[in-house]
């Protein structure tokens, strides 16, 4: 009995042990001064940053859904959104080279996204018009729909 | 009564009968478009979205519809079998009369989907308010939607996109088809096609909410003969054609 009542505390230690070693661990990322993440606009994120920085995979997800299967189109947790106050200065994307910001931390923390492959990582400007030109030489510019009608 | 889930189904094929190519009267409002919806309001059930296009009045030799189709949704403008084509027309002909029709053909919009019926992951999907939609998050590109679909309406992204319209993501290994431009719906504009359609002065297409007895496009499909192509297979397409 004494035997089980001691391997008992020992688990509860080792539990308590684990805790605390894993909130360093997830703050690694955070404390590690990583190039890149200075790339934002504004002075605030969507949440406080530790939450951000925790919860954006879920919060993006839960977007996704949101938008994509319920038509919801709130941009609190657009992607969109993010790419716009996240591109480099330099690179203009968020995941061109390797210290654009949704690269920097997660080639740190070995995280790889697909993400990029469909959506956009540089926000949306004015090389819209250049491509429109080409892209419908026969046709009015869509832009003028309505004004013959 | 019988028991089919469609029950307009026995009016269209009576109408249908009705001589084709009558034009749209000029009371009837072409830029009738839905009530607006908050951004954090989803699709609703109450809204059918639909699209009646009037072949008699689709010109040939056009493409407007088919250009603003790529260009709002980045595809190539390439036509071959391994290109994406949202919106294609076809030309159509009468072996006995020879009259000749075009059809712009897209995704039907169906109620009773066969592509969502087939889908293994659940990416094949309608939303609420009728729109059929690929969730390419979850697709993994096996393409059993483009073998059920009868209109052959989707297309399979066979190489590495860059530089997407950040409104249209599209890439790689996913299946996807005319989505009635779903993000300039979500914010009450017209799809591509019909703006196009609309401002080169052919007129051909309405875009509308079919459950919405005041729209333009429930008016229209109250006043004039309008035909789903293969209606014999019981998909009720949100896109009916006029003049055919």
Not at chain 1, 48 to 59: A, E, G, K
Not at chain 2, 105 to 118: E, I, K, R, S
Request: with cysteine; proline share 5%.
């Amino acid at each position: 009995m004494a035997r089980f009542a001691y391997w008992l505390k020992l688990a509860a230690l080792l539990g308590v042990a684990v805790t605390f070693a894993a909130i360093p661990l997830r703050q690694a990322t955070a404390d590690a001064k990583l190039p890149g993440l200075e790339n934002r606009k504004g002075d605030k994120c969507v949440e406080d940053v530790d939450i951000i920085r925790r919860n954006h995979p879920d919060l993006l997800k839960h977007h996704r859904i949101e938008t994509l299967r319920h038509g919801i189109r709130t941009t609190k947790y657009s992607l969109k959104g993010c790419v716009e106050c996240h591109a480099s200065a330099k690179t203009g994307s968020v995941a061109s080279a390797k210290d654009d910001f949704c690269v920097t931390c997660h080639a740190y923390a070995g995280v790889q996204l697909d993400c990029w492959d469909c959506h956009a990582s540089k926000p949306k400007t004015k090389p819209v018009q250049a491509t429109e030109q080409q892209a419908s030489p026969t046709m009015n510019p869509v832009q003028t729909g309505g004004a013959n009608q | 009564m019988t028991t089919s889930h469609k029950p307009d189904r026995r009016d269209f094929l009576k109408t249908g009968a009705v001589v084709a190519g009558a034009a749209i009267a000029p009371g009837i409002l072409f830029y009738g478009i839905a009530q607006g919806r908050a951004p954090e309001e989803g699709a609703s059930s109450l809204v059918r979205w639909g699209m009646l296009i009037d072949t008699s009045k689709c010109a040939n030799g056009c493409s407007a519809c088919v250009n603003a189709c790529n260009h709002e949704n980045g595809l190539s403008g390439k036509t071959g079998p391994q290109d994406s084509q949202w919106i294609r027309k076809l030309n159509i002909k009468h072996l006995q009369t020879g009259i000749e029709h075009n059809l712009p053909m897209l995704c039907q919009h169906c109620a009773n989907p066969p592509c969502v019926d087939v889908c293994p992951t659940g990416a094949s999907m309608k939303r609420a308010d009728g729109i059929v939609l690929v969730d390419r998050h979850i697709c993994i590109g096996c393409r059993y939607c483009m073998m059920a679909c009868p209109y052959k309406a989707r297309s399979f992204v066979h190489e590495p996109l860059s530089d997407q319209n950040p409104d249209v993501p599209r890439g790689k290994g996913c299946v996807e088809a005319c989505t009635f431009c779903v993000q300039r719906v979500d914010r009450d504009e017209q799809p591509a096609c019909v703006e196009a359609c609309n401002a080169d002065g052919h007129q051909a297409m309405l875009f509308g909410d079919l459950r919405n007895p005041e729209s333009a496009i429930a008016k229209a499909m109250k006043a004039y003969a309008s035909v789903e192509v293969r209606g014999d297979l019981g998909l009720n397409t949100g896109v009916r054609y006029q003049g055919i």
